[in-house]
């Protein structure tokens, strides 16, 4: 069965502070793997997306890797802002189908003053 | 990207009643799907949905349930029927890339709460 699970589940820090969320899958065969960021109350935004043969992509503060090979991803967040308080989803595909995708749980991260 | 809003922003509705959501997109695409969120979830797709075809159902979902409509390729319809608490969620439209076809755009949810 296709999994995707991420760690930790919530997490707090200081504004500022840099912070890493993980994510590991099984999801086979491999097509893309993203990050999105979803606020409170409204439907997730995509922050970045990695196919098989890139191992980073950045878009400003957010800097994604990918490791196909050990079936590991993490979204590293530099100096954070009270803004980046949201729920962050890592979703992988096994096709171009982007709606056949297998999404996991989420890790809440709260940026605190 | 895509523009999608969505109708309503929130509802709450008594048990055994329907409630239908619209999605509007910006542009012509393809496949729109529908995914419901419950409280504290991740999201769970309920249907594909492509124009002039019908809705294609994930496990655990029926069209009974949850019919859909997909008159053209900017507008869609889901229909929550026969309400109970359970059905309880964020209800979340999407359409693909048109750039990547292999990335997603979603709409702002929408809130159900059934009493």
């Known amino acids: 069965k296709n999994q995707v699970e991420q760690s930790p589940q919530s997490l707090i820090i200081l504004e500022g502070k840099n912070c890493t969320l993980q994510c590991n899958y099984t999801v086979s065969p491999f097509s893309n793997l993203r990050w999105y960021k979803q606020d409170t109350g409204r439907g997730p935004v995509s922050l970045t997306i990695?196919?098989?043969?890139?191992n980073t992509k950045s878009n400003g503060r957010y800097t994604a890797t990918l490791d196909a090979d050990t079936k590991q991803s993490s979204l590293h967040i530099t100096a954070s802002q009270l803004s980046d308080s949201a729920s962050y989803i890592c979703?992988?595909?096994?096709?171009?189908?982007?709606?056949?995708?297998?999404f996991g749980d989420g890790t809440t991260l709260t940026v605190k003053p | 990207s895509a523009v999608i809003s969505q109708k309503p922003s929130r509802d709450i509705c008594q048990r055994g009643t329907s409630l239908t959501i619209q999605c509007q997109v910006d542009?012509?695409?393809?496949?729109m799907f529908w995914y419901r969120q419950q409280p504290g979830q991740s999201l769970t797709l309920i249907a594909t949905?492509?124009?002039?075809?019908?809705?294609?159902?994930e496990s655990g979902f029926v069209i009974d349930k949850f019919p859909i409509s997909r008159p053209n390729l900017t507008f869609s319809t889901l229909t929550v029927s026969n309400m109970s608490p359970e059905d309880s969620s964020i209800y979340l439209c999407?359409?693909?890339?048109?750039?990547?076809?292999?990335?997603?755009?979603f709409g702002p949810g929408t809130r159900l709460t059934v009493l």
């Open positions: 542009s012509q695409v393809t496949m």
């Open positions: 979703v992988v595909s096994g096709s171009t189908n982007a709606g056949k995708s297998t």
């Open positions: 990695m196919t098989f043969s890139e």
């Open positions: 949905a492509n124009q002039g075809s019908e809705a294609t159902y």
């Open positions: 999407s359409v693909d890339g048109f750039r990547r076809a292999d990335t997603q755009y």
